[in-house]
Structure formats: C-alpha cells, structure tokens
C-alpha cells in the first residue's frame, strides 16, 4: 500500500507545501488527492515568489493588471487568492466528504505584520472574506503580538493555522489561547463545529540550528566525555521537542475544559509539522514524517518529500514513542550548555525575518513581470 495513504490509519493527515497554477490547471492537486490520499494545502511568501520567478503560470494576470495599471501588491494578492481559491475548490470534496474536519487550503497575512496585533487582525478578515471559502485558513504568525490575534480571529470563528511555532511554551500559549476563543465563541452563540485550526510547529530548522551549536562546542575544547554526549545529541533535538510538543496536545485536547467544549461540536486543533524535509544529508530524508506519526496530526510536507515517503517511507505510531528520552535529550542539551530558548526565540524572529525576505522579493518579480511588454 502507498505509505502516504497509510498514515490515514494512524490519525495523521498529508498536506502539500507547494502551489503553483500549474498545480491547478494541470491536475496536480487533484492527482495528489485521488492517488495519494492528500488532504490539504499550506502556501507561503516562499512558495509564491518560486512560482511566480519560475514559471509562465501568470502571464495572463500580468497582462490584465498592466492595462489596469495595477500596483506590484496588488497584483500578488490577485495571484494568491485566486490560486488558494483555486486549490481550496479542488480540496472541497474533501472537506464534505470528512463533514469539514479537513480538506484546507491555507493563505498567509503578509509578514510585515508579524509583530502587529491589531493589523494582523484587520489583515486576517479581510482576506478571509476576501477568498469567501468555508475550506480555507488564513495563516497568522505565532508571534507574541499573533497570539491575542489569533485568539479574536477564533472568537469572531475564522479558520486560523499558526504558523512559526518552535518552542513548548508558545505551543501550549497558542493551544490555551484556541480553547479560550471557542469559549468565547460559544458563549456569543457560535456553531462551534464549523471553527477549525492548525498549529504549525516547525521542525527541521530546531536541528539545523541545535546541531550548529553543538558544533561549535565539540570545537571548543569539549573533555571526551562531553563529545560523546553532544555528537549523540546531533539530529535528535527536533524530534524530540516535537514530542514533548504533543504531549501538551494530549494534555490539553483531554482536559476537562477541553471536553466541555468538545460536547458542544468543537474540533481539537490538530498539531501541524512543518519545515519536514531534512536539511542534513547524514539524516534519513523522510525522518521527519517516519518520527512523528500519530493521531490527530498533520504533516505537511514539500513535493520531494512526499516523493520520497511514496518511495520508501515506513509508517508507524512513533509520536508517542519514547517521550521519557525525548525528555533526556532536551535535559542533556540544556546540561551541555546549549539553550533551546535562545534557539526558539531566534528561529521565530528569523522566520519572520526571512518570510519578509521572501515577499519583498515576491514583489520584485511582480514588480519586473508588471515592467515587460
């Protein structure tokens, strides 16, 4: 059996991280969804500035918008929308088939607004009546000015995915924050049923940059002792955050409060792994889907990754496997001097950092698209 489709069984969902036109027009999506069992969809500035610089997806919006005179903004919001809307309608039947727990398409506020409360929130509704689809998600930073965001947008009934979520403390803060805004929801007479979410928690990139600080130490006159503690340390901080990550899920989505909530239609807001394909050529290429299988999950993973677990991916219930070492690991790194507090705080201020990047250069290649004749 396609592993992919396997990991139905154990609770876990398959979404893309990728759209293009093309993935539209030419029967990609549709292709991904009846031969290998994929459920949703997640864009980002990333994504949309490699279509629109790598491809002729667009010529035709690009000679409409020339006529208007259109603004480079504008014009990506025009390609964006209609792209998610695009995706989001191949994705519907999906949607209905699960009675709305899946089949989403996702659409990220810009990144400027990352530390903007109140624009995140003027941001997020806009474009959510904008794509007027009940099967999309407007994607919302969890930073510490996307956490209040992220709460009203639940309390007003929007479907939100947080996205740069790295540590166990802004996990738990988003979790809280989910549940607070049903309650509110609920209380102004919402149809709870109808509110779904995703908490991206992004993983590769904790390995990418624990392992650099490992790598410094080892070259800082570490005794032998603590070399074989931090080489064995190398390529399991991720997993192992992402672990602990969801026994805060299991705590929280079996609460009390959480089952008040669930007796009124609520859904759980499903943990999200994001940033799964793996950076270090020493590391298993599907290690982040294989680690971290378990019920109610999603994991959304780049075309090459998805290959790759087509390929040869094995699937088991590995999530809850051994959280007692996931536990030792984040105790050994702490003890060897590296602070995965420091690591989560800069990964989150150099996701945002770089999704800025990517949109500034997402509206250049607009820009140079709009200049041509």
Do not use: C
């Amino acid at each position: 059996m396609n592993p992919l489709r396997q990991l139905a069984e154990f609770g876990q969902a398959v979404w893309v991280d990728n759209l293009q036109r093309s993935y539209i027009t030419q029967g990609t999506l549709k292709k991904l969804i009846d031969e290998d069992g994929l459920k949703g969809l997640t864009s980002n500035p990333t994504i949309f500035q490699k279509a629109v610089s790598g491809s002729e997806d667009y010529a035709d919006l690009f000679v409409a918008a020339r006529a208007k005179g259109l603004s480079a903004n504008d014009v990506y919001e025009q390609l964006a929308v209609r792209d998610v809307q695009g995706a989001a309608d191949i994705l519907r039947p999906v949607y209905d088939a699960l009675k709305g727990k899946d089949g989403f398409a996702s659409l990220e506020v810009s990144p400027r607004l990352a530390n903007q409360t109140q624009a995140t929130l003027e941001e997020a509704r806009r474009l959510w009546k904008t794509l007027a689809r009940p099967n999309v998600m407007i994607k919302v930073p969890g930073t510490e000015a996307g956490v209040p965001a992220f709460q009203q947008l639940i309390t007003e009934g929007l479907n939100i995915n947080v996205t740069l979520l790295f540590s166990q403390q802004r996990y738990r803060q988003i979790a809280e924050a989910y549940l607070s805004g049903l309650e509110k929801f609920a209380k102004a007479g919402g149809d709870l049923s109808t509110v779904a979410s995703v908490a991206s928690f992004f993983v590769s990139r904790i390995d990418v940059a624990a392992d650099k600080e490992i790598e410094q130490r080892l070259k800082s006159g570490a005794s032998a002792e603590q070399r074989k503690t931090l080489e064995a340390l190398s390529g399991k901080v991720a997993i192992a955050n992402a672990r602990l990550a969801y026994r805060i899920y299991q705590e929280l989505f079996s609460s009390a409060r959480w089952k008040a909530l669930a007796a009124k239609g609520a859904r759980a807001q499903r943990v999200l792994w994001a940033s799964t394909s793996t950076k270090n050529p020493k590391l298993r290429d599907v290690l982040y889907v294989e680690e971290l299988i378990g019920p109610d999950t999603v994991n959304t993973m780049p075309p090459a990754t998805i290959d790759a677990f087509r390929d040869h991916g094995k699937v088991r219930t590995s999530l809850v496997e051994d959280v007692a070492g996931a536990r030792e690991t984040m105790r050994q790194l702490e003890a060897s001097g590296v602070s995965m507090k420091s690591i989560t705080e800069r990964l989150s201020v150099d996701g945002v950092r770089l999704f800025e990047e990517s949109f500034d250069a997402l509206l250049g290649a607009v820009g140079e698209q709009l200049k041509k004749q």
